[in-house]
């Protein structure tokens, strides 16, 4: 089955270090996207990649960094610098850009619980 | 600029009972709409979509909204509640103004549906 795969599901972040989030699909799309989630907000964009080697800041993007290399995957960087890390992470992927895109729905991972030991 | 407004953080309704979650939407230009639907520690899960074409849409698991351009709203429903149907619901808006080569995604902020027995 097709779909997006996050790793791993909880993680614990220590003081002063950076972790990284994985993020793969087998869906084909050329669009990703990493969204920070709350309690009792919506999504937050952090990054997005339409295409490899090619990424794009979103609203909350400091104390964050992504990569994308390879089509499949775009791992999510929590930095030091990130000074509130403790929240929900998705990932999610669509088709691609071309067109309108917006009308294209995004496809989530199961996300992963980012806490502070 | 774009934002959308879920009405109710929380909404309970009796098993069988019909379900409303309402969303009021800004956009300067004719958007997309989407619900998705969060169980606990998941991703999300894509339940309809409008695009422009019927203003009632109907999705998965029995639910349908219908796009309202004069009152901007896309409310969700469904006849008849169902123990399952237990989850937090995001109403979700897509502007074609493009933005850095992409369209963006702005959630609301969530409604928790609980379902008593």
């Known amino acids: 089955d097709g779909g997006i795969t996050q790793s791993p599901k909880y993680l614990f972040r220590k003081e002063g270090q950076n972790v990284t989030l994985s993020c793969e699909q087998n869906l084909n799309h050329d669009a990703m996207y990493w969204y920070r989630q709350d309690p009792g907000q919506g999504l937050r964009l952090i990054y997005y990649s339409q295409i490899v080697n090619d990424f794009q800041k979103g609203d909350i993007a400091e104390g964050y960094s992504v990569s994308r290399e390879k089509k499949e995957s775009f791992p999510l960087t929590v930095t030091s610098a990130q000074k509130n890390p403790t929240a929900f992470y998705l990932c999610a992927s669509s088709i691609g850009i071309g067109g309108r895109v917006g009308n294209q729905p995004q496809h989530f991972g199961d996300g992963t619980r980012l806490s502070i030991l | 600029a774009q934002s959308v407004t879920q009405l109710d953080s929380h909404v309970s309704v009796s098993e069988g009972t019909p379900v409303l979650l309402r969303c009021n939407y800004s956009s300067s230009y004719s958007p997309s709409l989407f619900w998705y639907v969060q169980h606990p520690n998941k991703g999300l899960q894509l339940l309809l979509k409008?695009?422009?074409?019927?203003?009632l849409v109907k999705g998965i698991n029995g639910f349908e909204a219908e796009f309202k351009k004069s009152e901007t709203s896309f409310h969700l429903t469904k006849p008849s509640a169902h123990m399952s149907d237990a989850a937090e619901y995001f109403c979700v808006v897509s502007d074609p103004v493009f933005q850095g080569g992409n369209e963006k995604l702005t959630f609301g902020t969530g409604t928790r549906l609980t379902i008593i027995p």
């Open positions: 409008y695009t422009s074409a019927a203003t």
